[in-house]
Nanobody, 122 residues
Framework: QAQLVESGGGLVQAGGSLRLSCAVS????????MGWFRQAPGKEREFVAC???????VYADSVKGRFTISRDNGKNTVYLQMNSLKPEDTAVYYC????????????????WGQGTQVTVSS
């Protein structure tokens, strides 16, 4: 059974940085495309970034140039480095895994973590 566990969230001031991690077990990590999504209160869960099994990356326009997704297949872990954080980045951040090539669509991801809270104060 697949298990995805996020960590690294917290409270940070605007302009600061955080690094999220997602440790994955129970699936062949190197074969999966990995994504990060986020959900703010009262809003739908939205795509943030993804990385394919072959290390190609895609970013939402709202985070392009500020966030970097990466993966370590030896550690079965995906990361999200978040710089220049803004109050509007405040949300619960989720990692997810998919074999689909529709990488920005949350409905294509069939394995999810429980999420980690990121709060950016102004």
């Amino acid at each position: 059974q697949a298990q995805l566990v996020e960590s690294g969230g917290g409270l940070v001031q605007a302009g600061g940085s955080l690094r999220l991690s997602c440790a994955v077990s129970g699936l062949t990590f190197s074969s999966y495309h990995m994504g990060w999504f986020r959900q703010a209160p009262g809003k739908e869960r939205e795509f943030v970034a993804c990385i394919t099994w072959s290390d190609n990356t895609v970013y939402a326009d709202s985070v392009k140039g500020r966030f970097t997704i990466s993966r370590d297949n030896g550690k079965n872990t995906v990361y999200l480095q978040m710089n220049s954080l803004k109050p509007e980045d405040t949300a619960v951040y989720y990692c997810a895994a998919t074999l689909s090539t529709l990488l920005t669509s949350r409905v294509q991801y069939n394995h999810w973590g429980q999420g980690t809270q990121v709060t950016v104060s102004s």
